[in-house]
């Protein structure tokens, strides 16, 4: 089973908003409302910031948004600020075969 | 406060063995599942091993089965990850997290370097 599929970096500006996709397949994302993402700051352990597609784990900014069309889920971040500048990873559940699968990672910079 | 702490860590040499612990405090432990998850230098997160509350079921990536082990004791509210036959490629920081419809709850990590 592969990874799941994110850019490997994005950047904008404070105020603005960005949108990061996570494509998988229909064995994992397709299949399953079971899509988390995680914030990861440098020599920091991850941080879940979206659970289950769409919510939020309590006391995580509403700037972050998930959602999720066919194979692909989305994690927006808007009003963009200096603190989001951090890697974002997607993961989705899999099935017993492979249980986790985590993207590669994204690399936000705000300029 | 909830939390998991992770400990075990260290430099081995292609083909020993390292066993890894994780203690849990601060919820019912056999509530959730628990997870291990590595990110080798410069890369990204990579699902290792999962075990159910009980301990009754429990889940390996491809990359480390028939290798690795991961069992808890709940008695004691720790996990453990049994890492045998030891590859230059496991040469990651092992994070433990609390698991259940996601990983919410992280420790720091221990580093383990397997190196000749």
């Known amino acids: 089973q592969s990874a799941l599929t994110q850019p490997a970096s994005m950047s904008g500006s404070p105020g603005q908003s960005i949108t990061i996709s996570c494509t998988g397949t229909s064995t994992d994302v397709g299949k399953y409302n079971l899509v988390s993402w995680y914030q990861q700051h440098p020599g920091k352990a991850p941080k879940l910031i979206i659970y289950?597609?769409?919510k939020w784990p309590s006391g995580v900014s509403n700037r972050f948004s998930g959602s999720k069309s066919g194979n692909t889920a989305s994690l927006t971040i808007s009003g963009l600020q200096a603190e989001d500048e951090a890697d974002y990873y997607c993961?989705?559940?899999?099935?017993?075969?492979?249980?986790?699968?985590f993207g590669g990672g994204t690399k936000l910079t705000v300029l | 406060e909830v939390q998991v702490l992770e400990s075990g860590g260290g430099l081995v040499q292609p083909g020993e063995s390292l066993r890894l612990s994780c203690a849990a405090s601060?919820?019912?432990?056999?509530?959730?599942?628990m997870s291990w998850v590595r990110q080798a230098p410069g890369k990204g997160l990579e699902w290792v091993s999962s075990?159910?509350?009980?301990?009754?079921?429990?889940y390996y990536a491809d990359s480390v089965k028939g290798r690795f082990a991961i069992s808890r004791d709940n008695s004691k509210t720790t996990v453990y990850l049994q890492m045998n036959s030891l590859r230059v490629e496991d040469t990651a920081i092992y994070y433990c997290?609390?698991?259940?419809?996601?990983?919410?709850?992280w420790g720091q990590g221990t580093r383990v370097t397997v190196s000749s």
């Open positions: 075990v159910s509350g009980s301990g009754g079921s429990t």
């Open positions: 289950e597609v769409t």
């Open positions: 997290a609390r698991d259940q419809v996601a990983m919410d709850v």
């Open positions: 601060g919820f019912t432990f056999t509530s959730y599942a």
């Open positions: 993961c989705s559940y899999a099935g017993t075969r492979h249980y986790w699968l």
